[in-house]
């Protein structure tokens, strides 16, 4: 399904959705962040997707990495909470969703790193230095700079 993402854009389309998501950030021993390449959109951005019923939020984030990644992941933290109302997901089914995800931060445990295709066209770990050469919307690049950040306490927004 085709998904198209504004950003404080008056001619974005009302949300008619909120549907609850995760995204990961999964540093490598080098300091590197896991991103993968959209195939609905050919964007970067952190893995991650939305929460299926009978299962947490962290369970819905470890499962999502998995699945678009190959790699197997524990989450040891939280980086914060995205929930800008300027920020608005439209998929060609009609649903568009107001932006509400919370991001965690996890360890590899385990797995092979290959994108699965229907998901994801590539996934790779990135250096801080590459994220200017990236199409990486806004709200995942801020999501990154938090994490290079180290704030000591969540971001809250």
Same mark, same amino acid.
Request: aromatic share 8%; glycine share 8%; proline share 6%.
């Given at each position: 399904?085709?998904?198209?993402?504004?950003?404080?854009?008056?001619?974005?389309?009302?949300?008619?959705?909120?549907?609850?998501?995760?995204?990961?950030?999964?540093?490598?021993?080098?300091?590197?962040?896991?991103?993968?390449?959209?195939?609905?959109?050919?964007?970067?951005?952190?893995?991650?997707? %939305?929460?299926?019923?009978?299962?947490?939020?962290?369970?819905?984030?470890?499962?999502?990495?998995?699945?678009?990644?190959?790699?197997?992941?524990?989450?040891?933290?939280?980086?914060?909470?995205?929930?800008?109302?300027?920020?608005?997901?439209?998929?060609?089914?009609?649903?568009?969703? %107001? %932006?509400?995800?919370?991001?965690?931060?996890?360890?590899?445990?385990?797995?092979?790193?290959?994108?699965?295709?229907?998901?994801?066209?590539?996934?790779?770990?990135?250096?801080?230095?590459?994220?200017?050469?990236?199409?990486?919307?806004?709200?995942?690049?801020?999501?990154?700079?938090?994490?290079?950040?180290?704030?000591?306490?969540?971001?809250?927004?």
């Amino acid at each position: 399904m085709a998904r198209r993402d504004f950003y404080n854009d008056p001619a974005a389309p009302k949300p008619n959705s909120i549907v609850p998501a995760a995204t990961v950030v999964v540093p490598d021993e080098r300091g590197r962040v896991l991103l993968i390449r959209r195939s609905d959109n050919g964007r970067w951005a952190l893995p991650g997707g %939305q929460m299926e019923v009978g299962e947490s939020l962290p369970e819905a984030a470890a499962r999502e990495v998995g699945e678009e990644t190959g790699l197997t992941v524990e989450i040891i933290g939280i980086l914060g909470t995205y929930t800008d109302p300027r920020h608005v997901i439209a998929y060609d089914d009609g649903e568009v969703r %107001q %932006q509400f995800a919370v991001c965690f931060e996890a360890r590899v445990t385990g797995g092979t790193l290959l994108a699965d295709g229907s998901e994801a066209k590539e996934a790779r770990f990135v250096a801080v230095e590459e994220l200017d050469t990236l199409n990486l919307h806004p709200s995942m690049r801020l999501r990154v700079d938090h994490f290079f950040a180290r704030q000591s306490t969540p971001y809250l927004g």
